[in-house]
């Protein structure tokens, strides 16, 4: 295990949203090694609701940037760009196929777990969260997962002295119809959560600026 605190904390403090890449390409093992953080993060009853699309195609690059004002550096000088995309709701209802194929054949899980499991994500959906009233709910949760993936691929990229940027900055429905065109995703089945740049800054940012420990954090004892 990592028990050295002060690195991880080097690396934390390394890590920011780098606005223009220097262009240096990233070794295949490294980035194949952000890819598998991302892999092994958790997700909601470990389901997993999303895609990673690598764009390293400098034509669509350049299209994405089109409807992505927040990326307008980060998008062509960066080394490797990740399109994140979640799933829609008909593959995450509780009794969809998705869901009850990757019960079966990713969690290995025998006929009467994924009865019990079922049951109790169908009342998560229905009751806690209440996830099946509208098409954007189940939607906006599934995505709520991928932001898990997305912080461990810019945290382990920092750990390995990788720069980052998450964006967010785009045209939500004009982005998803570009990539159904493309013949990259089916707008029925996925749609775009958040997108990231990795690579090599340019300059050295400001120094980090964050509150305080005493003004986020309440112990109930």
């Keep these: 295990m990592i028990n050295n605190k002060d690195e991880i904390l080097k690396a934390y403090n390394f890590r920011h949203a780098c606005k223009e890449f220097n262009g240096n390409e990233i070794p295949k093992e490294d980035f194949e090694f952000i890819l598998e953080t991302g892999r092994l993060s958790p ?10 699309i690598v764009v390293q195609n400098k034509e ?9 004002w927040g990326g307008e550096k980060q998008i062509p000088t960066s080394s490797h ?3 994140i995309l ?5 593959h995450m209802l509780y009794d969809s196929k998705y869901i009850n194929d990757f019960m079966r054949e990713v969690q290995e899980l025998p006929d009467e777990v994924r009865d019990m499991k079922r049951g109790f ?8 969260f209440n996830l099946l009233e509208g098409e ?3 939607f906006d949760w599934a995505c709520k997962q991928t932001y898990i993936a997305l912080g461990n691929m810019m945290t382990s990229a920092a750990e390995i002295g990788i720069d980052s940027c998450p964006i967010e900055g785009f045209n939500m429905e004009k982005l998803d119809e570009l990539l159904e065109r493309e013949g990259i995703m089916s ?9 990231v740049a990795f690579g090599y800054r ?18 109930i004892e």
Excluded: C
């Excluded at 997700?43 to 990673?52: K, R």
């Excluded at 669509?60 to 992505?68: C, F, G, P, T, V």
């Excluded at 707008?187 to 997108?195: E, I, K, L």
């Design 187 to 195: 707008r029925d089945d996925f749609g775009v959560s958040v997108m």
């Design 86 to 90: 979640g799933r829609k709701k008909k």
């Design 121 to 128: 994500y169908k009342a998560f959906q229905e009751k806690d």
């Design 81 to 83: 760009f990740v399109i």
């Design 60 to 68: 669509l690059r350049e299209k994405i940037k089109e409807y992505s």
């Design 136 to 138: 954007r709910a189940i």
């Design 43 to 52: 997700s909601s009853f470990g389901f997993e609701p999303w895609q990673f």
């Design 202 to 219: 340019k300059k050295d940012p400001r120094g980090k600026t964050r509150q305080n420990l005493n003004d986020i954090v309440t112990y």
